[in-house]
């Protein structure tokens, strides 16, 4: 895959702004471990011999599943990148409807006027979902495309605006690749296995 100076800008801006607001309660995103730019995942390697143990028939690093929230920072990067929002832009957290598409909260409630600071660290789903609109959907789903999701099979129009929300199957290795992207300031390197070996496929080629 040929990774653009698009992708590379765009996650550089999202790395810089999560190094500012570094205070953030980033656990309440649900973030995955990165371990070091190496990109290796402590839950899959042995750091002191690089090697994989034993999965079973079951490898829960590579099965796909829902990401929920977990897009949403790439999403706010697009944002920043396009100069639509900046930390204390504010956003309406309001009930709307898109063709008979309602978002809800998890909270089931709606807070009016947030600022984007309050709306990516409450992980707010309908603020999400607008700026999803504004920034553009086919924009939104190139740049996860970019970043290796490999579920994203087909065009921006099936998935929707719910595709910010977690409408995608995504693995876990996949996920942590893409979060790496901000702890290797906007670079993606692709991390995988190959006969019990980590395989690292640097983002300007395949």
Same mark, same amino acid.
């Given at each position: 895959?040929?990774?653009?100076? =698009? !992708?590379?800008?765009?996650? &550089?801006?999202?790395?810089?702004?999560?190094?500012?607001?570094?205070?953030?309660?980033?656990?309440? /995103? %649900?973030?995955?471990? &990165? @371990?070091?730019?190496?990109?290796?995942?402590?839950?899959?390697?042995?750091?002191?011999?690089?090697? %994989?143990?034993?999965?079973?028939?079951?490898?829960?690093?590579?099965?796909?599943?829902?990401?929920?929230? %977990?897009?949403?920072?790439?999403?706010?990067?697009?944002?920043?990148?396009?100069? &639509?929002?900046?930390?204390?832009?504010?956003? +309406?957290?309001?009930?709307? =409807?898109? @063709?008979?598409y309602s978002p809800e909260n998890y909270a089931r409630n709606f807070r009016g006027p947030v600022t984007v600071r309050e709306a990516l660290t409450d992980s707010l789903n309908v603020v999400a979902v607008n700026l999803t609109r504004e920034v553009g959907l086919a924009r939104f789903h190139g740049l996860l495309?970019?970043?290796?999701?490999?579920?994203?099979?087909?065009?921006?129009? +099936? !998935?929707? /605006?719910?595709?910010?929300?977690?409408?995608?199957?995504?693995?876990?290795?996949?996920?942590?690749? &893409?979060?790496?992207?901000?702890?290797?300031?906007?670079?993606?390197?692709?991390?995988?296995?190959? =006969? @019990?070996?980590?395989?690292?496929?640097?983002?300007?080629?395949?």
């Open positions: 895959i040929q990774h653009s100076a =698009n !992708y590379h800008r765009v996650m &550089l801006q999202a790395a810089l702004w999560v190094h500012a607001i570094k205070d953030v309660d980033w656990p309440r /995103l %649900t973030f995955q471990s &990165l @371990g070091r730019v190496t990109h290796w995942l402590f839950s899959l390697l042995d750091p002191a011999s690089g090697r %994989t143990p034993n999965l079973g028939a079951n490898d829960g690093a590579r099965m796909a599943r829902s990401p929920g929230s %977990t897009l949403k920072p790439f999403l706010y990067a697009l944002g920043f990148d396009q100069g &639509l929002i900046s930390e204390k832009t504010i956003l +309406y957290d309001i009930p709307v =409807n898109y @063709g008979g495309q970019a970043g290796g999701l490999s579920g994203l099979r087909d065009d921006a129009g +099936y !998935y929707g /605006l719910p595709l910010v929300l977690g409408g995608v199957e995504v693995s876990l290795l996949e996920l942590t690749n &893409l979060y790496a992207s901000l702890a290797n300031e906007g670079a993606h390197d692709r991390a995988g296995r190959r =006969n @019990g070996r980590p395989q690292h496929t640097h983002g300007t080629e395949e």
